[in-house]
């Protein structure tokens, strides 16, 4: 048995995208909308999960949607720690709490968010949103 993470196989043209989120439920859906993309998914409910798929890795993850509060962890402390490995990854945060919220309690601060490349959306968002957000991000 191989210690590489398992992850579905990639095109050529395909694109990696990296959820991270605690709810499974969350995971399913997000995992569901983007399969409308021709994309490379791959799901983790923690952060140690999604900081060993960056580093282990051998492709480049074009995406990371993360969840801002985790359990374990939160999306920005996680980011902090993959961004040096995936240099070129863009990001989407999701909550369910607004961004004055997060702000509030110094979970994303605007030094956290970069136009173009770093993105938020609050949750509960149409399944439209999401592809809108990711589809500028990637594109």
């Known amino acids: 048995m191989s210690d590489q993470p398992n992850v579905p196989a990639a095109g050529p043209n395909d694109r990696t995208i990296l959820l991270?989120?605690?709810d499974?439920?969350?995971?399913?859906?997000?995992?569901?909308?983007?399969?409308?993309?021709?994309?490379?998914?791959?799901?983790?409910?923690?952060?140690?999960?999604?900081?060993?798929?960056?580093?282990?890795?051998g492709?480049?993850?074009?995406?990371?949607?993360?969840?801002?509060?985790?359990q374990d962890s939160n999306g920005p402390a996680v980011?902090?720690?993959?961004?040096?490995l995936q240099p070129l990854m863009r990001l989407?945060?999701?909550?369910?709490?607004?961004?004055?919220?997060?702000?509030?309690?110094?979970?994303?601060?605007a030094s956290d968010m970069t136009p173009g490349s770093v993105e938020f959306l609050q949750k509960p968002f149409s399944p439209k949103e999401f592809l809108e957000n990711v589809e500028r991000l990637l594109n």
């Open 24 to 57: 499974s439920n969350t995971l399913l859906a997000l995992h569901s909308i983007l399969e409308r993309m021709e994309a490379r998914v791959i799901e983790c409910a923690s952060g140690p999960c999604a900081i060993r798929h960056c580093t282990e890795l």
């Open 20 to 22: 991270l989120d605690d």
């Open 92 to 109: 989407l945060y999701i909550s369910g709490f607004s961004m004055a919220d997060l702000q509030r309690r110094g979970l994303l601060s």
């Open 59 to 70: 492709s480049a993850i074009d995406l990371l949607v993360a969840d801002v509060i985790l």
């Open 79 to 84: 980011v902090r720690k993959v961004k040096p």
